[in-house]
C-alpha cells in the first residue's frame, strides 16, 4: 500500500499557469498537528485565492470564502459527481452526496424528513440521557481520553437508534468510519466502503422486505419515479450516511473541547451563562466557525474562466469548508473565538443543495454537550505531558485528546 506522499505528482496541465501552482497536500498540512485550522488560515493568507497543486491527482484550491459559498450553491459548474481526493473512479457512486439536481433532491428528500427541526426535537430526551450517563461514569475518575469515551459515545448512541442498528457494533463501525473518512489512499477509503457495504447488506435486505419507521428503512425503500432504487442504490446511500453519522458530529464536538480546555476564560463564560439560550446558541456558532471540519472536492463541468483563473472540464477543484470560517475578509481576526461576534460566516454545514440535512441534530448534540458536561465538569484541562492528536484529510479530526479536572 503506497503512501499519499509517496505517489508521483500530477503534471501540470497546459491551462494552469505555473505561477498558480502550490505545494498543497489536504493529508500533510505544515502545521495541522497544533492547529488544523490555523494550519488552513496560514495557507490562505500565504497563497493565491485560487491555486493548483500536483498533489493527490492534481486539483484546484479555492481558499476564499466567498469563492467557496458560490461554488458550493454553483453546482451546475462546480458538480458534486465526485466528492474525494485522490480520486476513486472505481468506487460506487455515494448516494445522494455524488448527485447533482434535480436527481438530488429526490433522493435528499427523506433524510431531511427523518432530520427535520420537529423530529430532532422528539430526540432530545434520549440525547440528554446518553450524554448524562456518559458524563456521571466519567466524573469520579478526574480524567479521560474524551474522543472514545465521551465525543464518539452520544452520537454514535444517537445514530444506530435512528437506524435501529445494534450498538455492540458501535467499535467495529467507528473504525470503518476513520478510515472512510481519514484514509491516507484510495485503497484505505475504497476497502473501508465496501466493509461497511458488508455489513449494512444483511440489514437493508431485511428492511426492504419489511420496512419499519426508523431511518435506515426510509433510505433504502426511497421510490423514484414510481420505482424503489436499486440495492445497489439502497446500499451506497446507507453507507455515506452512517459514515456521515458517526464522525463528523463527535469530530466537532472534538474540537470544541479540545478549545475550552485550552481556553479556561471562553469556558468560564459558557459555564457562567449556560441557561442563556441565545448566548449559547452564538457561542456554538462561532466554536463551530473556528473549527471546520468536511472538504468535499467537486468537478468542473465544462470549460469557462472564474475570475481570471481557466477551468477546462474534468478539472477537480476542493472548496474547503473550513476556509470559510477562518477568511479575515470574512470574519475579522478570524483565528480568536468571540462569543460575542455578530454573525460568524462558515461554511461547516455547506451551502446550497447539497447543505448538511443533519445541521439541527448537529447543532443540538453540541448544546447537550456543553450544558451536561460544563454543568458537571466546569473546570477541565489537557492532561499534562500528553497533546491532542489531530488528522487531517477530506474529513479533519482529533484522534485523541486527554483531559484531567479536579
Known sequence: MQDVMERALAPRPDHVPADLVRDFDLYDI??????????????????????????NGGHWV?????????????YSRFSHRHIVLPPMPDAPRQIPLEMDPPEHARYRRPLMQALMPSIVAELEAKVRQVAIDAVERLLPRGECEFVEDFAKVLPIHVFLALVELPLDDKAYLLTLAEDSVRGRDAETRGRSQQLMGAY?????????????????????????????????EATSYATLVLFGGLDTVAGMIAFIARFLAQNPGQRRQLVERLD?????R???????????LANTARVIASDFDYKGVSFRAGDRILPANLFVGVDDRLNPDPLVVDFSREKPVHAAFGNGAHACPGA?????EIRIFLQEWLSRIPDFRIKPGTSPVLA????????RLELVWP
Request: charged share 30%.
Open 30 to 55: 505544515p502545521g495541522a498537528a497544533e492547529d488544523i485550522q490555523a494550519a488552513y488560515r496560514a495557507i490562505q493568507q500565504a497563497s493565491p485565492d485560487i491555486f493548483w497543486t500536483p498533489h
Open 360 to 364: 439541527v441534530l448537529a447543532r443540538r
Open 282 to 292: 452564538n457561542a456554538i456558532e462561532e466554536m463551530v466557525r473556528r473549527h471546520g
Open 62 to 74: 479555492a481558499t476564499r470564502g466567498e469563492d467557496i459559498i458560490e461554488m458550493q450553491r454553483d
Open 276 to 280: 442563556d439560550d441565545a448566548f449559547v
Open 392 to 399: 487531517t484529510g477530506m474529513v479533519n479530526g482529533v484522534l
Open 200 to 232: 449494512l447488506l444483511p440489514w437493508i435486505r431485511a428492511r426492504r422486505e419489511t420496512p419499519g419507521n426508523d431511518l435506515l428503512s426510509k433510505l433504502v425503500n426511497v421510490d423514484i419515479g414510481g420505482e424503489r432504487i436499486s440495492e445497489a
